[in-house]
T-cell receptor
Framework: NAGVTQTPKFQVLKTGQSMTLQCAQD?????MSWYRQDPGMGLRLIHY???????DQGEVPNGYNVSRSTTEDFPLRLLSAAPSQTSVYFC?????????????FGSGTRLTVV | KNEVEQSPQNLTAQEGEFITINCSYS?????LHWLQQHPGGGIVSLFM???GKKKHGRLIATINIQEKHSSLHITASHPRDSAVYIC?????????????FGKGTKLTVNP
């Protein structure tokens, strides 16, 4: 099915552990991004990419790394998990540099850091 | 002040009522998105618009670029419309592709 696939859907980590949230899309979208959603805060941009090999920081990048080795994949790495990173994470993709292109969101990853 | 403001924050309606959710923004945009998020669920894009009005089923979205305002209307509301509705704006072309989000409007439709 065409769309954005996020894995895992749920994850519990201990403080200090590392993990990678996976995001893949099969729509040949150039633009991919990671957001976190916290109660009362709305969606906040963590990192984004406008193409393979190109990444940039968003509003809340600290504690997260990304890479974009292919057009399809945009993994988000938590290097040393902290309770403040407990959140719901969404990956989204879009065509780039064009009006008329909507965003497609993944189903989300609910992460708890204890 | 947030760049994207939604009102109301919470809305409770009876089944069949006409619903209006508002979004005001203070920045220049190339497009505005309305998104829907059901409890515990993912985010679905409902509309993307840069001018005028769009309609899909019982949902209607309008935008007034001069007034920097958009509305999402739901006609003949149904309990399955209960969700959080999020407004997001896309910067002008040539700038960053980062969406700026409102905090959402939580809609509850009672049977």
């Amino acid at each position: 099915n065409a769309g954005v696939t996020q894995t895992p859907k749920f994850q519990v980590l201990k403080t200090g552990q590392s993990m990678t949230l996976q995001c893949a899309q099969d729509m040949n979208h150039e633009y991919m991004s990671w957001y976190r959603q916290d109660p009362g805060m709305g969606l906040r941009l963590i990192h984004y990419s406008v193409g393979a090999g190109i990444t940039d920081q968003g509003e809340v990048p600290n504690g997260y790394n990304v890479s974009r080795s292919t057009t399809e994949d945009f993994p988000l790495r938590l290097l040393s998990a902290a309770p403040s990173q407990t959140s719901v994470y969404f990956c989204a993709s879009s065509k780039y540099r064009g009006q008329g292109y909507g965003y497609t969101f993944g189903s989300g990853t609910r992460l708890t850091v204890v | 002040k947030n760049e994207v403001e939604q009102s109301p924050q919470n809305l409770t309606a009876q089944e069949g009522e006409f619903i209006t959710i508002n979004c005001s923004y203070s920045v220049g945009i190339s497009a505005l998105h309305w998104l829907q998020q059901h409890p515990g669920g993912g985010i679905v894009s409902l509309f993307m618009l840069s001018s005028g009005k769009k309609k899909h089923g019982r949902l209607i979205a309008t935008i007034n670029i001069q007034e920097k305002h958009s509305s999402l209307h739901i006609t003949a509301s149904h309990p399955r419309d209960s969700a959080v509705y999020i407004c997001a704006v896309r910067p002008p072309q040539g700038g960053s592709e980062k969406l700026v989000f409102g905090k959402g409007t939580k809609l509850t439709v009672n049977p």
